[in-house]
């Protein structure tokens, strides 16, 4: 594996990291801007240009795009979420130049106004869709919820009404403020070369507008609320809890990951012995979550309504028994060991390797292997877990439930 | 295209070892079919072979349920055991080098579980939640029941379970199912990744030559006729699923199945997503794949959109999928024989992946398929052999279910 970085005269940074033996190439547009960066006025305007996306330019129609990507076998989407907004594709090595012309270009879409128009009725239906799944729901009003005041508090999504209400003249205008080149990384993983990659890169991207955006971190101050939304006709009762951890710059990042495995991974977690293998709950699950300049525990619990304020408890419980006493070396040992096959596995394919590539880099600037990944996780000590949960505790902060129950 | 060697060979209990060597990872992935998926449950105890996926990893040899999941951490393995229609999945990847670990944790459990009465109550909760949850996500609702309706019965009931029949099911009942069903004959072992067969064979040998008998139960294929059915639920969308008769993927024609049903649903620039989502703007997701047992096969269709557009939805589905017949551009093909190739090339950096192609392969065609043929399959098609197959078997007798506020025609 042979790592490369150059910064284009535009901002634009171009990061890979290249392997001749792998059999596909993967790369992808990481462009910091999100539902963070958007007003309350556009919300959900970032995840919607990122549909515009794909209507298209000038020279491709909404048409040729999906159409090209398809010729050349691609395997291609985009995502969107509180801080970034991601083009990808893994392609064999010989379709490169062709699909990356196509997915560089769809990142200045035209925006014409009938795409708009039709485009917003699919998301409205995204909408809808989302509004159907009580985990959704509860992840959405628990981010509000907890992040009340704050950016991070925004919907990804938006809601029906600030959709409905968006014209493409704010979609324009927020695109030329967030879409410039120093706010972008291009990420390359797999197998081609660097030259390549350079004169692509030179090719369709040096004409960009230069700039950076100014983000607004500003720091989160929860406060503890509860709320519960009735579904009456749900089954099971879907608990989301929120509480601080650490920002994506601090260095105790990994030990807030082994601490949310060792107690709440799907399997073989305390929250599993305790909530799952008795059949008390669905699922229960504790994950930690990164932004920058704030970070979350979250809890996730899914179960029968009328044992739901028994299983916070017992969650509470665990929660205590970790914040006062830590953990074991035995629960250490095989978090370790099932994060570094997590890594190991997820690292075999350019895709993979792609996720962690420009992930890191758009965040933090930062470059690093697989090995370093595994050597950081390997000198995580009991001790750094006890000094995170002294200044990280697992807690239950904000609570929302969507379900049958009106109050816990 | 470089080529992976595969190599097979056939236990005296009738296990079926197949293993792909893939020198570019450092993983290895394997796949185990046991002949006792959902299909066996006896009748009224739908649900038997999940909750008996789910009993067996609680405790088996001499590991507690405990220790035997923190074994498989220890070894970095990540594993599960699920159960389809047809087969208990028993899965697992790792590090090559611990291969021989993970197959014998597993031996464990498939051949020495130790199905202890006291953890019965918490395994049928745990199938009891799952269900719930279906019951809360309409969108996997839909696709469960249209299943039970388009396939005969038991053929079609869900592996997941029925509620109904879970106060039918016991510890007895349940175990005695583990003494009938989970047994080497016709049980097929896929592994893919840095590894040979020499190499596998006497740790598989080992953990699985003393494993005997057969499941003798046939379960027959009757017939079923095409219903249109609704759900009322409270939600903002209407899900629609519809599902129509194809060939089986052992059948001469699967392969023109496969692109008659990527032309309708593979990529972005595919009919149903054209037509439905990019044109009218009437759904986020809408898709067709082609579902199959060992001898009959199925389009399944879905959509969700907000119910005042939910009929529109129906129409425009049905009225796409019959203007198949009409004609099929050389273009269109073009591109799924395009997305084949990546795909089938990219699936070479996947040990989970292949590993469960194998075995999947030779449950359904009783010999090895090599990437390579698929490749030659699908290169060989051309419009008039899907044109041809279209024809043969056209879009009709559609089973149709929805779920939402109301009822369509």
Request: hydrophobic letters at 35%.
């Amino acid at each position: 594996m042979q790592f490369h970085h150059t910064t284009l005269p535009n901002g634009l940074e171009v990061v890979a990291e290249l392997n001749d033996d792998a059999y596909s190439v993967a790369f992808g547009f990481y462009v910091k801007t999100g539902a963070r960066d958007e007003t309350t006025a556009v919300s959900g305007v970032s995840h919607f240009l990122e549909h515009m996306a794909f209507k298209g330019t000038e020279k491709f129609s909404a048409e040729d795009v999906n159409r090209i990507f398809d010729e050349y076998g691609a395997d291609y989407n985009a995502m969107t979420g509180e801080e970034s907004t991601i083009f990808y594709s893994s392609v064999l090595p010989e379709y490169l130049p062709q699909t990356f012309e196509l997915q560089s270009s769809i990142l200045f879409p035209t925006l014409r106004q009938d795409d708009f128009d039709m485009e917003k009725k699919v998301i409205l239906e995204e909408i809808g869709m989302y509004e159907d799944q009580p985990s959704s729901v509860a992840y959405d009003r628990a981010m509000q919820l907890h992040f009340d005041g704050h950016d991070l508090g925004r919907s990804v999504l938006g809601t029906s009404a600030s959709v409905s209400a968006l014209t493409s003249e704010q979609m324009r205008a927020y695109h030329a403020e967030h879409y410039r080149a120093g706010n972008i990384v291009l990420a390359v993983a797999g197998n081609t070369d660097w030259n390549t990659v350079l004169d692509l890169a030179k090719q369709h991207c040096s004409h960009w507008p230069a700039g950076v955006d100014a983000r607004q971190i500003g720091t989160p101050r929860p406060v503890a609320k509860t709320q519960y939304i009735v579904k009456d006709h749900c089954q099971q009762e879907q608990i989301i809890q929120m509480a601080s951890a650490p920002t994506c710059t601090d260095p105790r990042r990994y030990a807030a990951e082994l601490l949310t495995v060792i107690v709440g991974d799907d399997t073989n977690s305390r929250l599993y012995w305790e909530l799952v293998d008795p059949g008390l709950a669905e699922s229960a699950e504790c994950g930690y979550y990164e932004f920058e300049g704030a970070g979350t525990y979250l809890t996730f619990l899914n179960g029968p309504p009328e044992s739901t304020q028994e299983n916070i408890d017992r969650i509470a419980r665990i929660y205590d028994a970790v914040n006062s006493n830590g953990v074991t070396e035995d629960e250490l040992e095989q978090a370790k060991n099932k994060i570094a096959t997590r890594i190991v596995l997820r690292g075999e394919r350019p895709m993979g390797r792609l996720s962690s590539l420009g992930g890191n880099w758009l965040a933090r600037r930062e470059y690093r292997t697989i090995e370093d990944d595994l050597q950081t996780l390997r000198d995580v000590s009991i001790q750094d877990i006890r000094d995170l949960v002294r200044e990280y505790p697992l807690l239950q902060t904000t609570t929302v439930g969507v379900g049958p129950l009106s109050a816990p | 295209m470089s080529q992976n060697v595969v190599k097979h060979a056939t236990l005296p209990n009738g296990l079926t070892v197949l293993v792909e060597t893939m020198p570019a990872v450092q993983s290895a992935a394997f796949a185990l079919l046991v002949e006792g998926g959902s299909v066996y449950d006896p009748p009224q105890q739908n649900g038997t072979a999940t909750a008996l996926a789910d009993w067996m990893a609680r405790g088996a040899g001499d590991r507690s349920s405990r220790e035997l999941l923190a074994e498989l951490d220890r070894l970095g393995i990540q594993g599960n055991e699920t159960a389809s229609t047809q087969h208990l999945v028993f899965r697992g990847s790792c590090l090559a080098i611990n291969l021989a670990s993970a197959l014998r944790v597993y031996g464990d459990i498939v051949l020495r579980p130790h199905l202890e009465e006291a953890e019965f109550e918490a395994v049928m909760s745990g199938v009891e939640h799952g269900l719930l949850s279906i019951e809360d996500e309409p969108r996997q609702k839909v696709m469960v029941e249209l299943l039970r309706r388009s396939y005969p019965h038991p053929w079609g009931q869900p592996s997941e379970g029925t509620l109904a029949d879970l106060e039918n099911m016991t510890p007895e009942t349940v175990q005695e199912h583990y003494h009938q069903v989970v047994k080497p004959k016709g049980a097929i072992l896929g592994i893919a990744g840095n590894v040979t067969l020499e190499s596998v064979l006497p740790v598989v040998t080992e953990v699985f030559g003393g494993w005997t008998g057969a499941n003798t139960r046939t379960i027959p294929f009757g017939t079923c006729s095409p219903v249109q059915e609704h759900l009322d639920h409270e939600s903002a969308q209407t899900q629609i699923g519809v599902a129509y008769p194809a060939v089986a993927y052992s059948d001469p024609e699967y392969y023109a199945a496969w692109a008659a049903v990527n032309v309708l649903s593979g990529g972005m620039s595919s009919r149903l997503f054209t037509e439905i989502r990019e044109k009218r703007g009437l759904v986020y997701s809408v898709y067709a794949t082609l579902n199959t047992l060992k001898n009959r096969g199925q389009v399944l269709c879905y959509a969700g959109t907000t119910s005042e557009r939910a009929q529109e939805t129906l129409d425009v589905l049905r009225t796409e999928l019959v203007r198949l017949g009409d004609g099929i551009g050389q273009d269109e093909l073009d591109r799924c024989k395009a997305r084949a190739k990546s795909s089938l090339i990219m699936a070479q950096e996947s040990s989970g992946s292949r590993a469960a192609s194998l075995a999947r392969n030779w449950y359904h065609l009783g010999r090895i398929v090599t990437l390579q043929e698929v490749r030659q399959e699908i290169e060989a098609l051309t419009v008039q052999t899907v044109l041809d197959y279209v024809h043969k078997h056209p879009a009709e007798h559609f089973t149709i279910l929805t779920i939402g506020p109301q009822a369509l025609k």
